[in-house]
């Protein structure tokens, strides 16, 4: 089944703690990214990447980073995590290219950083 | 980036057709209408989309209008299991999708 995983899927954590979110997709895609969404914000791309060892910003990154080593994984790392990263985080994959690709989203991580 | 608007939440029978308008008069000649939706916190699911033809898959069918400036999401057979947000996301030059706001589709037993 073509899906993208995400791990933890709750985490409670203190300031300071440092703590990585996993993702992996099994659908052999190019392109996966990060989103983070928070009431009457929406949903916002923190990070994406192309292909392995290609990442880029997104709209917030600040306070994030990201690795993409192997095709399937993209990590999302929180070095120093603070109460306003308290938000759901969804992560998501698809084939690169122009106009004709559909993302798969994976089932959420909901953050809270006290 | 093409500016959407879609009305903040609309109400269906369940077993009636749900009609989801979205205005994207700014939409560039090259960029394609995407839907998604989201059900109560989970990953967003995509739905469809379309360039210039009417699209129908076996989710949904979408009618853009000849100028582009407006499309339609048709969900022809409502259920509550369709209760969700819906965005409408024009793109398709770069793989980053725009979340608007979307519209809450409660559909009613």
């Known amino acids: 089944e073509a899906q993208v995983t995400q791990n933890p899927r709750y985490l409670i954590t203190v300031t300071g703690k440092k703590l990585t979110v996993t993702c992996s997709q099994n659908m052999n895609h190019e392109y996966m990214s990060w989103y983070r969404q928070d009431p009457g914000l929406g949903l916002r791309q923190i990070y994406y990447?192309?292909?392995?060892?290609?990442?880029d910003k997104g709209d917030v990154p600040e306070g994030y980073k990201v690795s993409r080593k192997e095709k399937r994984n993209f990590p999302l790392i929180l070095e120093s995590p603070s109460p306003n990263q308290t938000s759901l985080y969804f992560c998501a994959s698809s084939t690169l290219g122009t106009g004709t690709y559909e993302q798969y989203f994976g089932p959420g991580t909901r953050l809270t950083v006290t | 980036d093409a500016k959407t608007t879609q009305p903040p939440s609309m109400d269906c029978a369940e077993g009636r057709a749900a009609n989801l308008p979205c205005n994207h008069s700014t939409i560039s000649g090259n960029e394609y209408v995407y839907w998604y939706r989201q059900i109560h916190s989970q990953g967003p699911q995509y739905i469809i989309h379309g360039l210039k033809n009417n699209e129908t898959n076996e989710m949904a069918s979408l009618i853009i209008t000849e100028d582009r400036k407006s499309s339609t999401l048709i969900l022809p057979h409502a259920t509550l299991r369709d209760t969700a947000v819906y965005y409408c996301i024009p793109g398709g030059a770069t793989n980053k999708l725009i979340f608007g706001t979307g519209t809450l589709l409660a559909v009613q037993p």
């Open positions: 990447s192309m292909n392995v060892e290609v990442t």
